[in-house]
Nanobody, 117 residues
Framework: QVQLVESGGGLVQPGGSLRLSCAASGSIFGLFYMRWHRQAPGKQRELVAGISWDGNTNYADSVKGRFTISRDNAKNTVYLQINSLKPEDTAVYYC???????????WGKGILITVSS
């Protein structure tokens, strides 16, 4: 079993910054992708950013230049640095870890970011 624990969300003013963390624990072995998704009220969940085991990253067009994903393989932790926050970034952010060889896909419980003045 693999468990994910997200942290770092909260209420922030437009233009502010936050850093999300997601720590994986349990049966961590093999290569795995780490991703952040989000779901805004009334909208479908969407992929925000992803990072492979060797550091290759990808981002949704809506967050390019403002969001930065990174990972610490020694700590099995993925981070999402979020700058220049906008009200439309308000959403529940979910951490996701995928082990392709093991066909294992794990999700965190989600953490809320509210961008409001």
């Amino acid at each position: 079993q693999v468990q994910l624990v997200e942290s770092g969300g909260g209420l922030v003013q437009p233009g502010g910054s936050l850093r999300l963390s997601c720590a994986a624990s349990g049966s961590i072995f093999g290569l795995f992708y780490m991703r952040w998704h989000r779901q805004a009220p009334g909208k479908q969940r969407e992929l925000v950013a992803g990072i492979s085991w060797d550091g290759n990253t990808n981002y949704a067009d809506s967050v390019k230049g403002r969001f930065t994903i990174s990972r610490d393989n020694a700590k099995n932790t993925v981070y999402l640095q979020i700058n220049s926050l906008k009200p439309e970034d308000t959403a529940v952010y979910y951490c996701n870890v995928q082990f392709p060889v093991r066909a294992l896909d794990v999700w965190g419980k989600g953490i809320l970011i509210t961008v409001s003045s």
